[in-house]
């Protein structure tokens, strides 16, 4: 059977989710065209690809630590410059981006160790005001 897959046996479980957010998942699928249970797996893959790098294997990584912010927030602009000011050995570059009139994104483009590159983005999550952090890195040669 070369070539071909087994078929993988399914497990058939339940989910409890906010009706909002039940209502916007299905209208996406379905401007994918795909059914509900697809979407869900579509939508798990996706998420144990992105959250892998919380369990890097040792080594050298080149990537992105991409933070959306309320700029409102009291200290967060410079709460952020603190954090990057301790990595400074991992940090290429930066970019900030306006985004409305209370939002903004950074774009900190890192390389070097794994684990401080983790250690980089949870400080970043961690403080008061960010809403979302998304890291993506690439094992380096």
């Known amino acids: 059977m070369h070539g071909k897959r087994k078929e993988e046996v399914c497990t058939r479980f339940s989910a409890t989710v906010p009706p909002s957010l039940l209502k916007e998942f299905d209208k996406l699928v379905k401007s994918l065209k795909v059914d509900r249970s697809k979407g869900i797996q579509i939508a798990m893959r996706n998420f144990i690809t992105e959250e892998s790098w919380r369990s890097l294997e040792p080594g ?13 927030t009291p200290g967060i602009d410079e709460k952020l410059t603190d954090i990057q000011h301790h990595f400074l050995d991992l940090i290429a570059a930066n970019v900030h981006v306006h985004l409305t009139a209370e ?11 794994g684990n401080k590159i983790k250690n980089l983005s949870e400080s970043v999550s961690s403080a008061k005001g960010i809403k979302q952090i998304k890291v993506s890195v690439v094992k380096m040669p």
């Open 103 to 113: 939002d903004c994104m950074e774009a900190i483009i890192v390389k070097g160790n």
């Open 60 to 72: 050298e990584y080149a990537g992105i630590v991409l933070v959306t912010y309320d700029h409102s």
